[in-house]
Nanobody, 123 residues
Framework: QGQLVESGGGLVRAGGSLSLSCAAS????????MGWFRQAPGKEREFVAG??????ADYGNSVKGRFTISRDSSNTIDLRMNSLKPEDTAIYYC??????????????????WGQGTQVTVTS
């Protein structure tokens, strides 16, 4: 049975930086797209970033130019978050598609979800 293990996150002041990592194991297709979503209290789940096995990345509009997603291997991704804002505060979830390699911004396209890690940005 597959699992997504997230690490990183925590508390940071506005303007600061944080990094998140996610390691996938036990899945049938190592080359499927992976990425991150986030959800703040009282808000809908939001696409943050996604990346293909080849490294093609896509970003949500609210994080473009500030966040960078990378794929160290077929099973590990990182999210570097710079110039953080209080509105970036949320639980961040690592996600993985079952088979398709291209990242997409719809939550329903991702079959596997991590437990989530909290990111809190203070003003």
């Amino acid at each position: 049975q597959g699992q997504l293990v997230e690490s990183g996150g925590g508390l940071v002041r506005a303007g600061g930086s944080l990094s998140l990592s996610c390691a996938a194991s036990g899945y049938m297709f190592d080359t499927s797209a992976m990425g991150w979503f986030r959800q703040a209290p009282g808000k809908e789940r939001e696409f943050v970033a996604g990346i293909s096995w080849h490294g093609d990345a896509d970003y949500g509009n609210s994080v473009k130019g500030r966040f960078t997603i990378s794929r160290d291997s077929s099973n590990t991704i990182d999210l570097r978050m710079n110039s953080l804002k209080p509105e970036d505060t949320a639980i961040y979830y690592c996600v993985k598609k079952h088979y398709e390699s291209a990242p997409t911004p719809q939550a329903r396209d991702y079959s596997y979800w991590g437990q989530g890690t909290q990111v809190t940005v203070t003003s």
